[in-house]
């Protein structure tokens, strides 16, 4: 995606070149994926004025080749950084560098400086992160594809929810129904139950499922790009006072998605939330939302005092919740920037949904 | 884990106190799940002469409390690096600061040294990594009842193959077994088979199972800490041919772990397994095994050439492996450095399994 944007930055900034390295799989370099598709170890070079090319630990050809960009295989005994050291020399002359200062450890920067005598690193992520921030046509109908399968998998958690006794098998479920359809995970599930709900980002251990309120946090990988939703059943009969909770989040969550319109300040539409919320507005302590695309949290911020604005073609969660003593509620969809109304990708139900439990 | 003797280390680098951040739940500090067994958003200050403890957002409070050390909320609104600058002004003499560099990107080095006035940052990633070379006898013992849990669940996928008809089936097997039985996936599941099997690190989409080789590799997250297996399977008969190759890896990675006594410099091992190999040493593309720990790839590292020499209490692979055009073989365990003989924790057998394949 948008590799003449990146070159044209690499102009702006006069950089010879931007380099964009994995050299741990339990590090992925967004940028690497997001300009050439090739998501393990392996170095994406993209210089100013030639053709962009990933090198590749030899057991990664094959990988590789299928990325969206050339694929030069470093052999065995050969260190991936002492092969880029000869590859890019001809592409250095002010031997300025552009690297994701979001996505580089110190330590990899270090043996970027010491393979690549005298040059310049210089920070790209706030000008990479705003090429991310809106999404493409293609980007878009991937995410909008992407829910629609995630949509399909909280059905199923739904109507298999009645035989299931812990939250690690409703997480079990949704896992692997995620990876049946040929997605990956975005992120690990929450499942979180009863007084598990009030803990935000709650694990779901070998916990039996327990009456009261359920938020099921979930969200697939497909094609490299992330969903976000949120969803809260009831195991049992909700109280009065427990549906009247519900639709107060619920009517919030769907103004908030009504007030974000192209232009507005993401931290007005936090502040609504909270004066939405009324006396619960202190049991809201977390983020509004956040954008979504190739990691799961991206630009815009939706949170208190974000001075982020909503431009076309973002697509960003909104997820409001209270968290009180022993109980939690949480919706959340993922939503597009769009001209006229924003609009909604996923569309599970949101109507409180309450399932008989012994 | 091992707090006493990181303090240890920071007295002898006169060093302040150390810090381990997540600020991104994408990229987890192995130090903080280390030294406090948290693991989500949030810093960790171990000050060189005082009790460590935890930072972390409000809603992230009720998580944190169940760790090792001592937990902080910060409130909502106030940022975690604020916080942190305020409640380590007292710790601050020297104003040296250890911090991982293998694990702190230039844009967070970048945070703390405009929070933290006139500190000096320095690298202690070699001391960290050290610490956690050998196992103590608390680790071991978890990282050999994970392996008995994947073992379990390789049992289980190999009692299940017969009735699948992809290889991602097959992995959303492996990832909902691994949930049922609170565990995380140490990394996501290679399943390659047929002439998939030739591709070292083969994702899984949504492929056919194919006669031949298959390549099962696999492990768990078990309390935290990550088990590594590969399991070669036949799918269909093998012809006289594979079964000698089969043998010649078995018979190698046999003797690769017979010659992993205290002592010995892994890069010989690494040698005796080419040769061993004969032939087939060239179509040997990666690395012969790697510490496990808190993170899937530790040290030591047993590559072609590496010092590193195994000493007891050290946990690793031993993973040879052979890639052919349109076939691949690797047999892989989870091995202990102990006194007398190499113990392997993954005990699912070796002897070569063929499962009728129409």
Chains 1, 2 share one sequence.
Request: aromatic fraction near 8%.
């Amino acid at each position: 995606m948008k590799i003449p944007q990146l070159k044209k930055i690499l102009r702006e900034k006069r950089l010879d070149l931007a380099l964009f390295a994995c050299i741990d799989t339990e590090k992925q370099n967004p940028g690497m994926r997001y300009f050439s598709g090739y998501g393990d170890v392996g170095i994406l070079v993209v210089p100013q004025k030639k053709k962009p090319f990933l090198l590749v630990p030899e057991m990664q050809l094959l990988t590789a080749k299928r990325s969206m960009v050339g694929a030069i295989a470093v052999k065995k005994g050969t260190k991936l950084l002492d092969a880029l050291k000869i590859r890019i020399k001809k592409y250095l002359r002010r031997r300025r560098i552009g690297i994701d200062f979001q996505e580089t450890t110190l330590f990899l920067k270090k043996i970027f400086a010491k393979k690549i005598d005298h040059a310049k690193f210089l920070d790209i992520s706030k000008e990479l992160a705003e090429l991310r921030l809106t999404k493409t046509k293609k980007e878009i109908s991937i995410i909008r594809k992407g829910c629609r399968i995630s949509d399909g998998i909280l059905r199923k958690c739904l109507s298999s929810l009645p035989h299931m006794k812990t939250e690690s098998q409703v997480r079990a479920l949704l896992e692997s129904e995620t990876i049946k359809r040929g997605c990956d995970l975005a992120f690990p599930p929450i499942v979180a139950s009863g007084r598990n709900a009030a803990e935000v980002h709650h694990s779901p251990e070998n916990k039996p499922l327990n009456k009261g309120f359920c938020i099921v946090d979930f969200g697939v990988k497909y094609k490299g790009y992330c969903t976000d939703t949120s969803r809260t059943f009831y195991l049992g009969n909700p109280s009065p006072k427990e549906k009247e909770r519900y639709s107060l989040v619920l009517q919030v969550q769907e103004q908030a998605i009504a007030n974000a319109a192209i232009g507005t300040r993401c931290g007005r539409i936090y502040d609504s939330v909270v004066r939405g919320l009324g006396q619960y507005g202190n049991f809201f302590t977390h983020g509004l939302g956040h954008g979504v695309g190739i990691k799961i949290h991206e630009l815009p911020n939706l949170a208190l005092k974000s001075k982020d604005k909503l431009q076309e073609g973002m697509v960003f969660t909104v997820e409001p919740g209270i968290y009180l003593k022993g109980m939690g509620i949480r919706i959340e969809d993922t939503v597009l920037a769009a001209k006229g109304r924003p609009i909604v990708f996923t569309k599970f139900q949101k109507k409180l949904i309450s399932i008989p439990w012994y």
